[in-house]
């Protein structure tokens, strides 16, 4: 491990147990034994803790307590909130946002570069790619591979014929290709911990897509 990793990620452990500590406080829980920490951190691998930690560094995000908000964001949108309260009782985390969290960071990153915004919940989506007002890249995040994958099967079932119309209420594959639909990015990413798929999207006519496996050129 490099110096720089191991000084991101007890960057990121100060950062976490500050929250953790924020948390119990506010709820009037007890603090958790470091069993919960080796727990959290099974979920949360070294490298995603790595990027988190760089995001604190580099002040992309701005620390309220056990709440987070993100740099560049509108006003408006936050504060985020990393736990929910939990009859256990201790600070259950919101796993997806550590993930969104982190790949917004390195969208961020990648980004800046080539003079393009990132947003972060952007309507019904999680992330964002603009330049200017033209919509490049759509992102959605979970936590798990097996979860992002469902969703990108789920949402593909809409290809042929989206009805933007149709209820879409405990229907999240509808409500992704509702705004691929509408919205018309160029890009579908979908990312969780251990897998990314990237994908251009064309689109036939006014009410279907295609998802076509590709990478995003972002360099």
């Not at 500050?18 to 949360?44: I, T």
């Not at 952007?122 to 330049?131: G, K, S, V």
């Not at 999207?201 to 972002?218: A, E, M, N, R």
């Amino acid at each position: 491990m490099t110096d720089q990793m191991f000084d991101l990620l007890q960057k990121f452990d100060t950062y976490f147990r500050g929250c953790v500590e924020a948390a119990c406080q506010e709820w009037n829980y007890s603090m958790p034994s470091d069993e919960y920490y080796a727990k959290v951190y099974e979920r949360l691998p070294e490298g995603l803790r790595a990027l988190l930690g760089f995001g604190l560094s580099s002040g992309l995000i701005i620390p309220e307590g056990a709440v987070f908000r993100l740099k560049g964001l509108p006003s408006g949108k936050g504060p985020y909130k990393w736990f929910s309260r939990n009859r256990n009782p201790k600070p259950a985390p919101n796993w997806e946002y550590f993930v969104q969290v982190a790949e917004f960071i390195r969208l961020h990153t990648l980004a800046e570069a080539r003079n393009l915004s990132v947003t972060f919940e952007d309507d019904d989506m999680d992330l964002a790619i603009y330049q200017g007002n033209r919509l490049m890249v759509c992102c959605e995040v979970k936590e798990q591979l097996s979860q992002i994958q469902k969703l990108i099967e789920g949402v593909e079932v809409y290809k042929y014929a989206v009805d933007l119309g149709a209820p879409d209420r405990g229907k999240d594959p509808l409500r992704k290709a509702k705004y691929i639909m509408k919205r018309k990015p160029e890009y579908f990413v979908g990312v969780a911990i251990g897998g990314r798929f990237e994908y251009k999207v064309i689109y036939p006519d006014d009410k279907s897509f295609q998802l076509v496996k590709d990478i995003v050129p972002l360099v």
